[in-house]
């Protein structure tokens, strides 16, 4: 098994409907931080994966707002930390097939608060 992580990271804008009357309830941006593990038994021309694969799954999210996106707005889930880290994972996975494994995915909002989403024990 070898692994690999890759850091990259997207501007987008978004806003929460959080019940105490946060700041956060108003539309605004960050400039998230993305750090992303993937592992693989074998390599597939001496790579467990391209970068460039991971990185155009991140982009997507690039200069957007969060909240019109499909796969916050269909869901109805809110755009926190925690649910991008969630739909990352599972778009970065789709993207690297079954060869791969995506085993974490961290994305920071500010350089203080982060979300890491891990995938779970088999």
């Excluded at 200069?63 to 994972?89: G, M, W, Y």
Aim: glycine share 4%; hydrophobic share 40%; aromatic share 6%.
């Amino acid at each position: 098994m070898i692994s690999i992580s890759f850091a990259c990271h997207f501007d987008a804008a978004h806003r929460l409907e959080l019940p105490q009357g946060s700041p956060c309830n108003r539309p605004h941006g960050h400039r998230y931080e993305v750090e992303i593990l993937a592992s693989a038994d074998e390599l597939e021309h001496g790579m467990v994966a391209d970068y460039n694969a991971l990185r155009e799954v991140v982009e997507r999210f690039d200069h957007c707002d969060l909240n019109a996106q499909s796969d916050f707005r269909d869901a109805k889930l809110p755009t926190t930390a925690e649910n991008i880290a969630t739909v990352l994972a599972a778009k970065l996975q789709s993207a690297v097939g079954g060869r791969v494994s995506i085993d974490e995915v961290v994305v920071r909002e500010t350089p203080r608060t982060a979300a890491r989403w891990r995938k779970a024990a088999t």
